[in-house]
């Protein structure tokens, strides 16, 4: 996810890989960059650090283009996460959902 504002700027939620498609050791994190990719820094405050095994689709990571700007993703477990710090904290924004595919913003 892009930062619409600043290119420079971008979010991932990394998976362990195309085959284990969940979060690397049991930890859901997202990483930014402000430096168009020369570094990286995790963002996990709010988010679960243990026995975390979730897929987050592509198309289940948006932007609401806010400032700052707004960040959700939706799990394949049924779960929402949200920031509206640019991803310095997390909360979850809903549960016990169908598996999440997609996330849009308006």
Do not use: K
Request: charged letters at 20%.
């Amino acid at each position: 996810m892009v930062d619409p504002r600043d290119p420079a700027i971008a979010f991932v939620l990394p998976l362990t890989s195309a085959e284990d498609r969940v979060t690397p050791d049991g930890a859901l994190r997202v990483y930014a960059t402000r430096d168009a990719g020369a570094s990286w820094t995790a963002l996990t405050q709010g988010l679960p650090q243990e026995n975390a095994y979730y897929t987050v689709l592509r198309q289940a990571f948006a932007g609401d283009g806010a400032d700052p700007l707004g960040l959700y993703f939706g799990t394949e477990q049924g779960s929402v996460f949200g920031s509206i710090d640019a991803g310095e904290t997390w909360r979850v924004a809903a549960e016990h959902l169908p598996p999440v595919s997609s996330v849009r913003c308006a």
